[in-house]
Structures are given as structure tokens and as C-alpha cells.
């Protein structure tokens, strides 16, 4: 409730979830996501599974601003963040 009145109030969501994938085994829950240069998370893992040939599908939440060029990684691994299944309304 809190989430839906400050995104109404404000006008725009600052953080979202995103879909990525990584080569190698899937991260914990809660490890943090960082940009590839280095320096504080970005973000934080929600979720992962393991996929097909040897890949893992991973969940994570993070500042909207700050995925775009930043390469993010977990455990020293890069994501590769892809397309959600569902459109997301930007404003």
C-alpha cells in the first residue's frame, strides 16, 4: 500500500525488478548486485534458479537509473539483463 501511494505521489517507481542471466552457478538470495567498474550495489538478488547448459536465470531489484550502462554483475559473474515477459510503462 505504502509502495503503490509513494509511486502515485511521486510519479515514477525508483526501483524495479529485473530478469538477467548468468554463466555459472546461481547466486544466493540477497547477494548484492554491483556495477561492473566496482564500488556500492546497485542492487540486490530477489531471486535465481539454474537453466539449461549450465546458466542460471536470475530475479533482481535495482535503482531504474542505474542498470542502463552499468553492467551489472554479482560474485564477480556479469549479467546479461534481458526483456521482461510483460511491458513496463515508463513515465
Known amino acids: 500500500q505504502e509502495v503503490v501511494a509513494r509511486s502515485q505521489y511521486l510519479g ?3 526501483r524495479r525488478m529485473f530478469l538477467a542471466r548468468l554463466a ?3 547466486p544466493a538470495p540477497g547477494a548484492d548486485v ?3 567498474d566496482g564500488g ?3 542492487g540486490e538478488v530477489v ?3 539454474e537453466a539449461p547448459g ?3 536465470e536470475v530475479l533482481f531489484e535495482a535503482r531504474t537509473e ?3 550502462g ?3 554483475c554479482v560474485d564477480g559473474a556479469p549479467l546479461e539483463v534481458l526483456a521482461l515477459p510483460y511491458e513496463v510503462p515508463v513515465s
Do not use: C, H
Open 12 to 14: 515514477k517507481l525508483k
Open 24 to 26: 555459472g552457478p546461481a
Open 34 to 36: 554491483v556495477p561492473a
Open 40 to 42: 556500492e550495489p546497485i
Open 47 to 49: 531471486l535465481s534458479a
Open 54 to 56: 549450465g546458466a542460471a
Open 66 to 68: 542505474a542498470v542502463p
Open 70 to 72: 552499468s553492467r551489472p
